[in-house]
């Protein structure tokens, strides 16, 4: 079945503990990104990686770092989480952003909810 | 910068009625793509429905339609026959081709019996 799998579905943890959310498609894929999803906001994209080995921040980068050392993983790297963290995060990917025939529709992972005490 | 802005936070609808949700969008991009996603209280995003910028034609699956307006930079979507399964969160979103995806604040939706 092609899907996005990120994990852990729920954490718990506390200030300044490190913590790696993973992100994993079996779609071949180029284009993952990463989500923040708050009360009253909607969603806003923390990373995006365009392919292997090739990064870049959204508009809400502090905070969080990213990787992309192969095509179907993109992990969330918290490297000392804080409180204003605690949210709703997505990972989700496309075939690529642009072009027509759906290649860049978003397939989304089923989130991942982390608390931060 | 591009923005996306949904100005219904909640609505209702009864059951086999009609609802349309509004979303408007500001850009200088001449090409883009613009999409509504559903988030039923699973959490799952799911697409509802894409509308490629340059075609005329409003996208239409099933139930959901949209009206697209260019000129207005309008995006609205119109959901007829509601049926409880389309209580969700609906969230507007945009994207030029650029690599950045920008979604509205959402609408919470609620079909009643």
């Known amino acids: 079945e092609a899907q996005v799998t990120q994990n852990p579905r729920y954490l718990i943890t506390v200030t300044g503990k490190k913590l790696t959310v993973t992100c994993s498609q079996n779609?071949?894929?180029?284009?993952m990104s990463w989500y923040r999803q708050d009360p009253g906001l909607g969603l806003r994209q923390i990373y995006y990686s365009m392919n292997v080995e090739v990064t870049d921040k959204g508009d809400v980068p502090e905070g969080y770092k990213v990787s992309r050392k192969e095509k179907r993983n993109f992990p969330l790297i918290l490297e000392s989480p804080s409180p204003n963290q605690t949210s709703l995060y997505f990972c989700?990917?496309?075939?690529?952003?642009?072009?027509?025939?759906?290649?860049?529709?978003?397939?989304f992972g089923a989130g991942s909810r982390l608390t931060v005490l | 910068a591009q923005t996306v802005t949904q100005s219904q936070p909640e609505m209702s609808v009864q059951e086999a009625e009609t609802v349309t949700l509004s979303c408007t969008y500001d850009?200088?991009?001449?090409?883009?793509?613009l999409f509504w996603y559903k988030q039923p209280p699973s959490r799952q995003m799911i697409l509802v429905i894409r509308q490629e910028a340059y075609k005329q034609q409003n996208a239409t699956e099933n139930r959901f339609s949209v009206n697209f307006q260019k000129a207005a930079k309008s995006f609205s979507l119109k959901i007829s026959d509601s049926q409880l399964g389309d209580t969700a969160m609906y969230f507007c979103?945009?994207?030029?081709?650029?690599?950045?995806?920008?979604f509205g604040t959402g609408t919470r939706l609620k079909v009643l019996a």
């Open positions: 850009t200088s991009e001449s090409n883009y793509y």
């Open positions: 979103a945009y994207t030029s081709g650029t690599y950045k995806y920008i």
């Open positions: 989700a990917s496309s075939l690529y952003t642009g072009g027509s025939g759906g290649a860049n529709v978003l397939t």
């Open positions: 779609m071949n894929h180029e284009y």
